[in-house]
C-alpha cells in the first residue's frame, strides 16, 4: 500500500490532546478514523475534541466526504485497529509502553500497515523491538496542534525500511502536511530540540534575573518570533546578511555568534525557578482563560498559514 490514495481509514490510537487533534486533523481530510484509548470516559472526551475542533477545520477548508460521523471509537486495541490502513499512535511517553504496545499493533495489523508514533522524543528502536515486521514502525511527530500545524517529524529506527519512512512522508504530504526527515535517531528529535535550545535561556534568564517572564514572551513573539514564522533561522540570518547573504553574516557577526554560544545559561528547574516561572505565568495571562487564549491562537494561526500558502515561495 504505497499509493497515500490507498488509506481510506486512520486508526488513532491515545485519545488524549494529541491523539484527539490527529483524529480531528484526519477527520476532515475525508478519512475514516477508528479511536481507541481504555481509560474511562475516553470516547465522550474525544467526540467533545473534536466538536471543539470542528469549526476551526471547517475554517482551513474540509476535504470532500469529511464529517465527524465518519469517527468510530472501539476501546479495545485489536478490534479497533481492524481494517485500519495507517495507525497514528499518541500514547504515553514511555518507553516500556511503547515496546508492549507496539507488539499488540504489529500482531493485530497486516504488515504493510505503517505504525507511526506521535512520540516527543523516544527512539523508534526501542519501540519495535518486539515487532514481528519492525521495518513499518516509523515516527511521525507532529507539532502541536496537529490539527493546525502542518510540520510532522518522520525518521525510523534500527529495523525500519527506507520504503517505509518515504511512505509515511508521502502519506502526510498528500494531507497538507510538511514532513521532514530526521535522518539519524536523537533525544527530542529536531524541533524539539530547538525549542529546548530557547527555553534553556528564557529559563537561564528569568532565573538570573535578566528578564521577567512577560518580558520573554514578548521579546520573542514580537521580534524574532515573527520572522521565524516566515523563515527558519539559517534563511532569516541569510538575509541579515544582505546582499552578501550568509558569507557576509558569518564574517562580520560569527564570532560575535560563538561568543554567546559560550555565556549561554545552564539553569537547573529547581523549586524556586518553577515556581517563579509558574507565577510569571499567571500574572501575564491575567483574568484571560485557557480556552480564550487557544481560541485567539488558532484564529491568528488559521490567518498566518493562510497567509503563507498563499505566497507560495518561503521555505
Not at 477508528?34 to 471543539?52: F, I, Y
Not at 460521523?69 to 514511555?94: H, T, W, Y
Amino acid at each position: 500500500m504505497s499509493d497515500p490514495a490507498m488509506i481510506r481509514r486512520v486508526g488513532v490510537v491515545g485519545t488524549g490532546v494529541i491523539g484527539a487533534s490527529w483524529a480531528a486533523f484526519f477527520l476532515a481530510r475525508g478519512l475514516d478514523v477508528t479511536a481507541t484509548d481504555p481509560a474511562p470516559g475516553a470516547e465522550q472526551r474525544l467526540r467533545d475534541a473534536v466538536r471543539r475542533h470542528w469549526p476551526t477545520m471547517q475554517r482551513m477548508s474540509l476535504a470532500d466526504g469529511a464529517s465527524p460521523d465518519r469517527l468510530r471509537f472501539e476501546p479495545q486495541l485489536e478490534r479497533a485497529l481492524e481494517g485500519c490502513d495507517f495507525v497514528q499512535e499518541s500514547g504515553p511517553e514511555r518507553a516500556d509502553f511503547k515496546a508492549d504496545l507496539y507488539a499488540r499493533m504489529d500482531a493485530a495489523t497486516p504488515p504493510q500497515v505503517l505504525l507511526a508514533s506521535s512520540s516527543s522524543g523516544l527512539p523508534v528502536s526501542g519501540m519495535q523491538v518486539r515487532c514481528e515486521a519492525p521495518q513499518r514502525v516509523v515516527l511521525g511527530h507532529p507539532f502541536n496542534p496537529p490539527h493546525l500545524i502542518p510540520l510532522v517529524e518522520v525518521g525510523g529506527g534500527e529495523a525500519t525500511s527506507a520504503e517505509s519512512i518515504r511512505r509515511a512522508m508521502d502519506f502526510y504530504a498528500a494531507l497538507g502536511k510538511r514532513p521532514i526527515h530526521v535522518r539519524r535517531e536523537i533525544l527530542g528529535h529536531i524541533a524539539n530540540r530547538l525549542q529546548a535550545a530557547l527555553w534553556r535561556e528564557a529559563f537561564h534568564l528569568v532565573d538570573q534575573g535578566v528578564a521577567s517572564v512577560a518580558d520573554i514572551d514578548t521579546a520573542i513573539a514580537h521580534g524574532p518570533g515573527l520572522r521565524w514564522a516566515l523563515m527558519g533561522p539559517f534563511m532569516n540570518l541569510h538575509l541579515s546578511g544582505g546582499e552578501g547573504g550568509m558569507a557576509h553574516l558569518l564574517e562580520h557577526l560569527g564570532g560575535p555568534i560563538e561568543s554567546w554560544w559560550h555565556d549561554l545559561g545552564d539553569p537547573s528547574m529547581t523549586a524556586e525557578l518553577k515556581a517563579h516561572v509558574v507565577q510569571g505565568v499567571a500574572d501575564e495571562r491575567g483574568a484571560r482563560r485557557e480556552e480564550a487564549l487557544e481560541r485567539t491562537r488558532d484564529d491568528l494561526l488559521i490567518d498566518l498559514i493562510r497567509a503563507k500558502g498563499a505566497g507560495g515561495t518561503l521555505p
